[in-house]
């Protein structure tokens, strides 16, 4: 099992910016995919991102294509994901994940989630 402790979030003007972060503890960092999920309130979670254990493999979810990018750090057992461009509708609270690779993560197949981190952009 991986523990993940998301940061990072937190209140933003549209157009802004925000840097979440997730830390990972456990299993070896390098064995798995990781990804970000997001939850409106009164709305399916849904997928935003996902990168590969070597970060040869990244996927996005449409609405964030060209404005978000992920990254990883497995010397650092971290992921970051890089918000630019912000827009009200990516008020969610936003979640770290696991998964066997990027497919099944995009697919909702996650394994191991953190608590989240609230983000809240203001128009």
């Known amino acids: 099992q991986v523990q993940l402790v998301e940061s990072g979030g937190g209140l933003v003007q549209a157009g802004g910016s925000l840097r979440l972060s997730c830390a990972a503890s456990?299993?070896?960092?390098?064995?798995?995919?990781m990804g970000w999920f997001r939850q409106a309130p009164g709305k399916e979670r849904e997928f935003v991102a996902a990168i590969s254990w070597g970060s040869m493999t990244t996927s996005y979810a449409d609405s964030v294509k060209g404005r978000f990018t992920i990254s990883r750090d497995n010397a650092k057992n971290t992921m970051t994901l890089q918000m630019n461009s912000l827009k009200p509708e990516d008020t969610a609270v936003y979640y770290c994940?696991?998964?066997?690779?990027?497919?099944?993560?995009?697919?909702?197949?996650?394994?191991?989630w953190g608590r989240g981190t609230q983000v809240t952009v203001s128009s």
């Open positions: 994940a696991t998964g066997v690779t990027t497919t099944h993560l995009r697919g909702d197949q996650a394994r191991d």
């Open positions: 456990g299993r070896p960092f390098g064995d798995y995919a």
